[in-house]
């Protein structure tokens, strides 16, 4: 029995983002005085902002997303999001399907109810315009925990526990991290 599933996808920054969490933001949760380690600090914000977005499907910054999928029996959730702006939706042949001819319901995490095709492929910019607030939270307690346990051996994940409840809450991908 045919159902709807990712083929491909990339997810790519739009220009060089601006981090949600600033590099003053981070040295205040972690304590940090002075400007010897804003290199680290700084280093360690998009890799914690990083981490939350694989972790959850999230973009928490501008992003351009393709994805080519199987739509055979209608309702292909878009789970990368939150959904911005230029959606485009095309077919196996790279015929752009106008607007008229499908059905998206929903607006940050939408759903491609019709057409039921094979393969079809769509692009749209997926992002954030203000982070929740404990999505900000879970950056900088991650940026905490990374610069903390620099070099020890942490677990597989790598998050902190605060981190891994917030992640929970957000994901769009698995009840699960």
């Known amino acids: 029995m045919p159902y709807s599933y990712v083929i491909d996808k990339t997810i790519e920054d739009v220009g060089t983002p601006t981090e949600p969490v600033t590099l003053q933001q981070a040295k205040d949760y972690c304590r940090i005085s002075g400007s010897s380690e804003d290199t680290l600090v700084t280093a360690l914000i998009t890799a914690a902002r990083e981490s939350i977005e694989r972790a959850t499907g999230l973009c928490l910054v501008e992003k351009d997303v393709a994805i ?62 203000n982070v929740p607030e404990d999505l900000l ?29 917030i992640c929970q809450r957000w ?5 699960v991290l």
Do not use: H
């Open 68 to 129: 080519t999928f199987c739509n055979d029996n209608g309702d292909f959730d878009f789970t990368i999001g939150p959904y911005k702006s230029d959606f485009v939706l095309k077919d196996e042949e790279d015929n752009t399907i106008v607007a008229a001819d499908y059905r998206l319901i929903g607006y940050q995490f939408p759903t491609l109810r019709a057409p039921a095709y094979s393969i079809l492929k769509a692009t749209y910019v997926a992002g954030y315009d």
């Open 137 to 165: 939270t879970a950056i900088k307690a991650q940026v905490n925990y990374n610069y903390e346990n620099r070099g020890a051996n942490i677990d597989a994940l790598g998050f902190a526990p605060l981190v891994s409840v």
């Open 171 to 175: 994901t769009r991908k698995s009840p």
